[in-house]
């Protein structure tokens, strides 16, 4: 069975750096053609994809944040983490993590989603 | 940045058909995907590329493509399909990109 789930903090202040880990079961990212994303919803809002690592350690981001994101996967651990930095109220959002069985593939199994509230 | 267009909201009474649109510029040249988000829950995936159902989803939902609109049906709607659904696509330059969402209302 696969399996995600997303971890962080809860709260974060502005211009602060946030780090989500995505830690799954079931699959490994080592085989080929696997990837994971993450893909974050505002409140009330549609979803929006973020990043995504795939099984060869390539990375893709969306182009408006690309600036701020790193992604990066730790094999042994079954881990993905992304990094966004100077986080703004805007960036408050329930984040998830999803599997790709290939670039350019569907989400087919999706974490519960963390949710990151940006707030002094 | 590419866009995909769906409408915010659709009605139809229990048995009925729900259809619901996306469009955006090209899309007969990219895969769509479909997934189906309840209150409080992760995102499902409903129909993968344009047409195709995960195993053991229900038959009701069916998705296909023409004249540069995807579309997702529900037919014999039920309570349980009350819903958000997103559509997806993958576009070279913008990466991953969903559809505004639609909320599908059970009347």
């Known amino acids: 069975q696969v399996t995600l789930r997303e971890s962080g903090p809860a709260l974060v202040k502005p211009a602060q750096t946030l780090t989500l880990t995505c830690s799954f079961s079931g699959f490994s990212l080592n085989t080929g053609g696997m990837c994971v994303s993450w893909i974050r919803q505002p409140p009330g809002k549609a979803l929006e994809w973020l990043a995504l690592i795939d099984w060869s350690d390539e990375k893709y981001f969306t182009p408006s944040l690309r600036a701020r994101l790193t992604i990066s996967k730790d094999t042994s651990r079954n881990q993905v983490l992304l990094t966004m930095t100077d986080m703004d109220p805007m960036d408050t959002a329930t984040y998830f993590c999803a599997r790709g069985l290939g670039y350019k593939d569907a989400f087919d199994v999706w974490g519960q989603g963390t949710t990151v509230t940006v707030s002094t | 940045s590419y866009e995909l267009t769906q409408p915010p909201s659709v009605s139809v009474a229990p048995g009925q058909t729900a259809r619901i649109a996306c469009g955006g510029d090209g899309l007969e040249r990219k895969s769509v995907f479909w997934y189906q988000q309840k209150p409080g829950q992760a995102p499902l995936l409903v129909i993968f590329y344009d047409k195709d159902r995960p195993s053991g989803f229900p038959e009701r939902f069916s998705g296909s493509y023409s004249d540069n609109t995807a579309t997702l049906t529900i037919t014999g709607v039920e309570v349980g399909d009350e819903a958000d659904y997103y559509c997806?696509?993958?576009?070279?330059?913008?990466?991953?990109?969903f559809g505004g969402g639609t909320r599908v209302t059970v009347l």
């Open positions: 997806h696509v993958w576009d070279n330059r913008s990466g991953g990109v």
